[in-house]
């Protein structure tokens, strides 16, 4: 079981230290528009499956998503911290968003 932390510490140890034959090397030696291409054709690949009613496939396409995304985050240098931090930000945030629309409906 590999968490997404240990994936992304996977992805940032292949551009530290290339390997041969590794995909995620292959992906960083072709560059930023490569993988933004990849990103790409990966969410319209979400979005294709979600249309249909396998859960395996959709799930299997989510994890390439989840992947590709990954090594876009390296790329730029985000860690899965700068995201949780993000996120946590907006706990409060939407909060305050359902209470407004609670008192809007009053
Ligand atoms: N999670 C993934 C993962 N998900 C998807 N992929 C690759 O993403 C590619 C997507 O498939 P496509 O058919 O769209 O692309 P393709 O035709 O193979 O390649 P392109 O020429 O289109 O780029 C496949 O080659 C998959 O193998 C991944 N490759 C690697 N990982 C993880 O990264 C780790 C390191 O992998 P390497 O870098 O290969 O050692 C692995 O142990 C895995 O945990």
New binding site residues.
């Given amino acids: 079981m590999?968490t997404i932390e240990e994936?992304y510490q996977?992805?940032l140890q292949?551009k530290n230290k290339p390997?041969a034959?590794?995909?995620?090397?292959?992906?960083f030696t072709?560059g930023l528009d490569?993988i933004l291409?990849?990103v790409g054709?990966?969410s319209t690949?979400v979005v294709v499956a979600a249309k249909n009613p396998s859960d395996e496939d959709f799930v299997y396409e989510v994890?390439?998503l989840?992947?590709?995304v990954?090594v876009l985050m390296v790329d730029r240098g985000i860690s899965v911290d700068d995201i949780k931090t993000e996120l946590a930000k907006r706990e409060g945030l939407m909060s305050k968003t359902k209470e407004r629309r609670e008192i809007d409906k009053l």
């Fill in positions: 590999q994936l996977l992805i292949r390997e034959g590794s995909y995620t090397d292959y992906l072709k490569k291409k990849k054709e990966e690949e994890s390439d989840v992947y590709h990954l």
